[in-house]
């Protein structure tokens, strides 16, 4: 959780408890002293912090809808998921509207609260509830505004006492103590989570510092004249809201303003669905429902419209719809899958929905295989050896000896092989050392060398390696009138394999050998190093005296950063762009 819903949590955690425990004698209930052992593990992300825990990544994103609210990125090895829980994307008048960056996850779980439900205007909605709150303090009447006590309380306190200050109106307004008022604290607090405005205008005034608007008492209720309650819960269904709801029903001079969505069965929705007289068990009464009701809503949750917008700026493959009405999100779902093209499911609670996701791709064998890579590339790319292996739904990772043990099977390995014939000055001793040089360079561990011929051959490992380099026996040196230096014949073999060893690299390894003297190479070796663009070159040059080439060899930066290494026929990093990022998609 982010660090304003630590703080605030244990107040919600709280009232929740006395309420259950208190007022209802629920004993099964948590104790405060499990409540604050519960939030000392917590470990609080800001704003878009990135987190790993073991295999698990998460990014937090800001959601807009109340103080401290967030989304949550969740990859784990090629699988991702985006879960909004509650998000408002219309910013108001304390806080900003959630956003995402395209971060693609298989899947994306929404809220769906007003999935066919678009709003009008906030500034529209805003002066009609501000006409109508005057009008009835205007008649002498009292409002009532249930709100719940964290975001829609706040938000309207700063509209209606930005508008009490403009105007000079004089009526009392009040909002309940308790919650609301702890809850506000730290809004005061927690400033730079609010909108540029407020952030602004935070040195010469906190907006949370009310100057038109003080703490409600019970006692204030029967007072007559005019006055504003805002009164939590945010729904009618219990509290202080409730019981003065209770108390001015019957006056037609009075009014409720119902800002925010109320579910079935709540005293909140059966008023706004038209009841006149309402019947209450505990204790028993019967209300007549006489004052005005008006409903303006002011929630903080997305509309249709906001869902879609979300759903398109972080573009998923499959969305998952929860947090609302059967009907209508239904009625989304065909929505989605028309306009975005991906499955959308809205499974009800308890029921379990089936996502399939892309094959395994470099980003989980980049952290399983062990990274066979030449040297001179080690940093900018990647080959991996091994295999992946699905049985039973698991996915393993095993070594080509393991799999042909597991499947019995035989174990096949293809190779290259480029035979060279030439003359050198250089003595075979030196000739020998020059070879150890340049594949240790170029090739590290993965190679070995076969010269019994020159009496010094490394021992080969049972298991053939990636490089074999044989010198083949050859003649003794030779020395005429017309060549006083002695030159001595040499037939170098060299193998690599198939997938593993570039090509290229092979080849270049081979032209550097016929330019070997005696006292070192007639041309520059292989060079290599990095260009500021940050690709790959290398790049061998001759003197014209050995039949070298002169060749420039580029790996893109699509190449380095996936391992997608394939072979090169001297192409410039421009001529990888097109084909090479088409591969960015699928492991992205």
């Known amino acids: 959780m982010t660090h304003p819903t630590k703080a605030i949590c244990p107040l919600l ?42 295999d698990i990544f998460i990014k937090v994103y800001y ?3 109340v103080l401290g609210a967030a989304m949550f990125y969740v990859r784990v090895g090629n699988e991702s998921i985006v879960y909004t829980g509650d998000y408002n994307m219309t ?31 906030k500034r529209i909605r805003e002066r009609e509830f501000l006409k109508k709150v005057h009008t009835a303090v205007a008649r002498g009447g009292k409002v009532l505004i249930p709100v719940f006590a964290l975001g829609r309380a706040q938000e309207l306190c700063i509209l209606l006492d930005t508008y009490w200050e403009r105007m000079g109106l004089t009526a009392p307004i009040f909002f309940s103590a308790g919650l609301t008022e702890k809850a506000t604290n730290y809004y005061k607090l927690f400033i730079t989570w609010m909108n540029e405005k407020i952030q602004k205008t935070f040195v010469e005034r906190n907006m949370f510092e009310y100057k038109n608007i003080r703490t409600f008492e019970r006692s204030l209720a029967d007072n007559p004249g005019p006055m504003v309650v ?4 945010g729904m009618l269904h219990a509290g202080l809201s409730l019981q003065l709801f209770k108390k001015w029903a019957p006056d037609p001079k009075n009014m409720v303003i119902m800002p925010g969505f109320c579910v079935q069965g709540t ?10 007289k309402l019947e209450f068990f505990n204790p028993k009464e019967t209300i007549e429902v006489k004052l005005d009701i008006e409903y303006l809503s002011f929630s903080a949750h997305a509309d249709a419209k906001g869902i879609m917008q979300l759903t398109r700026m972080c573009a998923p493959r499959h969305v998952l719809l929860v947090h609302g009405e059967g009907n209508k999100m239904g009625f989304l779902q065909k929505k989605v899958e028309k306009e975005y093209g991906v499955p959308c499911l809205y499974p009800a609670n308890g029921e ?3 996502v399939p996701t892309p094959d395994v791709r470099n980003t989980l064998l980049e952290r399983n295989l062990i990274s066979v890579v030449p040297s001179w590339f080690r940093i900018s790319s990647r080959i991996f050896d091994g295999l992946i292996v699905i049985a039973d739904d698991k996915i393993r990772i095993m070594s080509e000896q393991q799999t042909a043990e597991t499947l019995s099977i035989r174990l096949h390995r293809f190779f290259f092989t480029e035979t060279r014939s030439f003359t050198s000055t250089c003595p075979p001793a030196v000739f020998r050392k020059h070879i150890i040089k340049q594949l240790q360079s170029l090739f590290g561990a993965f190679a070995a060398i076969k010269d019994d011929d020159l009496g010094h051959s490394e021992p080969i490992p049972p298991q053939r390696p990636h490089v074999l380099v044989e010198i083949l026996p050859q003649a003794c040196s030779i020395q005429t009138p017309d060549e006083p230096v002695a030159t001595f014949p040499y037939q170098v073999c060299v193998s690599w394999e198939e997938g593993v060893v570039e090509d290229e690299v092979v080849y270049r390894f081979v032209d550097s050998l016929h330019v070997v003297k005696a006292g070192g190479l007639e041309s520059s070796s292989v060079l290599l190093h990095h260009e500021e663009e940050g690709e790959l070159t290398g790049s061998i040059s001759d003197d014209g005296s050995g039949g070298g080439s002169d060749d420039n060899y580029n790996i893109s930066d699509a190449e380095q950063e996936y391992g997608c290494l394939l072979p090169l026929k001297k192409r410039s990093a421009g001529q990888f762009a097109e084909g090479d990022l088409d591969c960015l998609d699928d492991v992205r």
């Open 13 to 54: 955690l709280e009232d929740f408890r006395k309420v259950a425990v208190e007022r209802k004698g629920d004993t099964t209930m948590f104790t405060s002293a499990q409540i604050q052992t519960c939030m000392s593990k917590v470990t609080p992300l800001g704003l878009y912090q990135c987190v790993t825990v073991g």
């Open 63 to 65: 959601a807009g809808h």
């Open 91 to 121: 910013p108001d008048r304390h806080l900003g509207s959630a956003w995402i960056d395209r971060c693609r996850p298989d899947v994306f779980i929404t809220e769906s609260t007003y999935a066919t439900t678009i709003r009008d205007s």
């Open 230 to 233: 805002f009164a939590a819960p």
């Open 267 to 276: 005293v909140g929705n059966k008023i706004l669905n038209g009841a006149k």
């Open 352 to 354: 379990t929905a089936v």
